[in-house]
């Protein structure tokens, strides 16, 4: 994940003595004194691990919560040897003073070359002071950490769009990281949900560390690896939405039999995401299978799209413009003609046998 | 000020020199600290102060009931799920809706896993670092860490001198590397730090262990609820349906399903026997000198009890987790708690950033009002927006002043424990009691920062022998027949009257937690949550009473008052929660709120 050039060149068969007779001549090459040479080895061995700044705004924890999940990798190797997690104010040892001093450190050490991470969002009414960070408002720990930053990941909804606390009045005017006015130009990779997905958050994190720059992102600023399917699209009772077969009342005999919750609200058909595909914690389950119906939680707004009972209206089925109610109705009966027709000519096939056996 | 006499019994001296602790980390959501000591480093004044508020009681106004779970499940993603239990209740409160056995079950198990998972990583990963000294256990010998583990737990299979090699060789690379991460800036030279080299190991060792096996009991939420963090929950019972060997079975909560959870419960039952109450014992023997941190829990405690027995009784006798109300140290005589009553639990306002009509009065949640009013006081050094040092005598703190009968309350599991010991509780007290006689520890123990960590891990091993217990019942009822998960009866809003109140409570992993609702014409009109941090986190009330964080940080002797590293132990044990202590109301009738955006 993390190698070393010595690693590297170790994984290439180069032996130990080519390896500081390379350094030696890397060292004469930049013109400088033998005495480097060993300089030069140790810092091919020992390659740092990009700090990371995990900033917490307004939020409820979830998507750390959710990152602990992770299946794979596991977050104590993320934390071990994957990244440097320098500030986290879930975890980290340090209070008060010596963790705020952490902030300045990195900011003026890692200059352009550190990552930060927010979860939660700023308050932008009562001068920010809705969220305190060390006595002074939260939008401007966000903005010091923004400057000198390689790249922001917005982790969740509250970060990339605004979630529950921006819901229908957003009394606090809490605003997601990407329209936080002076907010540095910096890229922004926004991972939403609430919370995302744990291997989709590690995904993220794995795939920046891999291959060394961001991962395309949609229109909306989202991973497209995971972002670009919706939940509908990949999901396993799909069958049953085009059979027309939906689950009326909870635990009726249709829910018994895991049949489609588009009648029951689900906003599969409106959601991208990667539950139907990858699931939740280490693929064991997710929303839907569990017998309720998607709440769209990576969406935009999502709060303040009706209720979470209330079904989707123009969803097409068979590329026809009508509602589950009329699809359903003529899905049953063209499935219901086939089966009568099937039974038709299985009962004439065993009139056939059973009267060619009486003769 | 200069001294003072709080009612609840601490004189409060503001002369001494002042420590800031912001932010306070290790928590969840944000919190301020701040005490002034005495020439003998001895904390004489302490301040808790709230320091966020998202203001979700207008966004609750006019919704549908039936959604309201799961926005306040978004209160807060560490006691995840738990908010959106009490508000089902609510509602069904209201509206007066029965819930099916195996749906009480069903949530019983998902409320219990919570439990276990909230206390273990709370032990380990956010309490650990105040008595563990990572940089420490790097000194320690393997195989005398192997034999401390072995002593123990006899039982662990993970426990050879290579084993804890390796974790030492992984954290010895990891600190030679120069970052630090986690562990930067930490306060490894305290002198607070007691334990010996190879307790410092073993308990590193476990914090890794714990961090990967708390993702595998919250797949039980996953089976039952989808998703977690943030499961899904439903008004009348749980969206799961069973189906064990009928047509479609593969498609509901069916046999192989059945088996995980049960298999998930007998791994955690081990693991907290095997790991978590071995280590909190362990190092209870070395900090069982340091008793400070008691705070109010020997005067004032406070339990609405929660996982009820059987189906849709909510009464005392039916809860496991018990309730109660002890008051002015009196372990003899456990109150009703109803919470109902007006005159009971009420908050109040004089010293938190919100505006009432009347600051003298408390209001009970099914008439409060809540208007932020984020005001400094005169004394405050620094400014609105840059604030140096609070000003206590005036408004210091996003949280609100909830008021038993008038007293300061602590809940959380210490409270449940010592009230279950008081009424006789036989599980409960055969736990406290094997403690006491381990660590040869007086009863009186317990009413310390000490006291209320083991109290937690108690907690979490009672609840993980309860869930096997859940398990086994709705296992009996399926066999008798009854595949139910939820009442449809009262699904549809024409169903419901036009005018309607109800409440909902559970035991939060933190303490007792309460949702009040109105609902008007199909809507919610109004809409209050009390939860566990408001009742420990509280400021002070108009008659002086200080909180229960304030109170158990009092009179701590701080061996390095630029390093807190008794202040964190002593709040840590509370396991703050502040997003959760943000108040949400929505006021009755007429929208009172009124927030300036500028």
Known sequence: ?359 | MTVRNTPNGFNLNDTGRRVVVDPVTRIEGHMRCEVNIDDDNIIRNAISSGTMWRGLEVILKGRDPRDAWAFVQRICGVCTGTHALTSVRAVEDALKIRIPENANSIRNLMQLSLQVQDHLVHFYHLHALDWVNPVNALKADPAATSALQQSISPHNPKSSPGYFRDTQNRLLKFVESGQLGPFKNGYWTNPAYLLPPEADLMAVTHYLEALDFQKDIMKIRTIFGGKDPHPNWLVGGVPCAINIDGIGANGAINMERLNLVSSIIDRTIAFIDQVYIPDLLAIAQFYKGWLYGGGISGQSLLSYGDIPNNANDYSAANLLMPRGAIINGDLSKVHEVDLADPEQIQEFVPHSWYKYPDESLGLHPWDGVTEPNYRIGPKTKGSRTHIEELDESAKYSWIKAPRWRGHAMEVGPLARYVIGYAQGNKEITEQINFVLKTLDVPVTALFSTLGRTAARGLEAQWAAGKMRYFMDKMIANIKAGDLATANVERWDPETWPSSVKGVGFTEAPRGALGHWLKIENTKIANYQCVVPTTWNGSPRDEQGNIGAFEAALMNTKVERPEEPVEILRTLHSFDPCLACSTHIISPEGTELTQVKVR
């Not at chain 1, 939940?231 to 009342?249: L, M, N, S, T, W």
């Not at chain 1, 914690?281 to 997710?286: A, D, Y």
């Not at chain 1, 839907?288 to 097409?316: P, V």
Request: glycine share 8%; proline share 6%.
């Open chain 1, 1 to 359: 994940m993390n190698e070393t050039f010595y690693d590297v060149m170790r994984r290439q068969g180069i032996t130990r003595r080519s390896f500081l007779k390379f350094c030696s001549l890397t060292a004469a090459s930049l013109g400088l004194s033998p005495a480097f040479a060993p300089k030069i080895a140790h810092a091919m061995e020992t390659k740092p691990r990009i700090p990371v700044l995990w900033l917490h705004g307004l939020e409820c924890t979830c998507c750390s919560e959710s990152f602990i999940r992770s299946g794979h990798p596991l977050a104590k190797d993320v934390i071990l040897s994957m990244l440097s997690l320098d500030y986290d104010d879930t975890i980290m040892a340090a209070a008060g003073h010596n963790a705020e001093a952490i902030v300045d450190e990195i900011v003026e050490k890692y200059k352009g070359n550190y990552i930060l991470a927010v979860e939660g969002n700023p308050p932008l009414a009562e001068d920010g002071m809705y969220c305190i960070i060390g006595g002074t408002p939260f939008v401007e720990q966000l903005k010091y950490a923004a400057e000198s930053c390689k790249a922001i990941i917005s982790w969740g909804s509250c970060a990339s769009w605004g979630c529950v606390q921006a819901a229908k009045p957003n009394p606090t005017r809490a605003t997601p990281v990407h329209k936080v006015p002076g907010l540095a130009d910096k890229p922004i990779i926004k991972v939403p949900g609430c919370p995302p997905i744990a291997e989709v958050m590690t995904a993220v994190v794995a795939y920046l560390l891999t291959f060394d720059k961001l991962p395309t992102l949609d229109k909306q600023g989202r991973p497209q690896m995971f972002y670009s399917q919706r939940i509908h699209d990949k999901c396993y009772r799909r069958p049953h939405f085009d059979a027309g077969q939906f689950v009326e009342h909870w635990d009726d005999e249709a829910a018994r039999q895991g049949h489609c919750l588009y009648k029951m609200g689900c906003k599969g058909p409106t959601t991208y995401n990667a539950c139907s595909t990858m699931r939740w914690n280490e693929g064991t389950s997710f929303p839907i299978q569990a017998g309720h119906g998607c709440i769209g939680c990576s969406e935009d707004g999502f709060w303040d799209k009706g209720s979470f009972y209330e079904r989707l209206t123009d969803i097409n089925q068979f590329g026809i413009e009508a509602n589950a109610d009329a699809v359903g109705g003529t899905a049953a009966a063209v499935v219901g003609a086939g089966i009568a027709a099937h039974a038709g000519l299985t009962a004439l096939k065993r009139a056939k046998q059973s009267g060619a056996e009486q003769q």
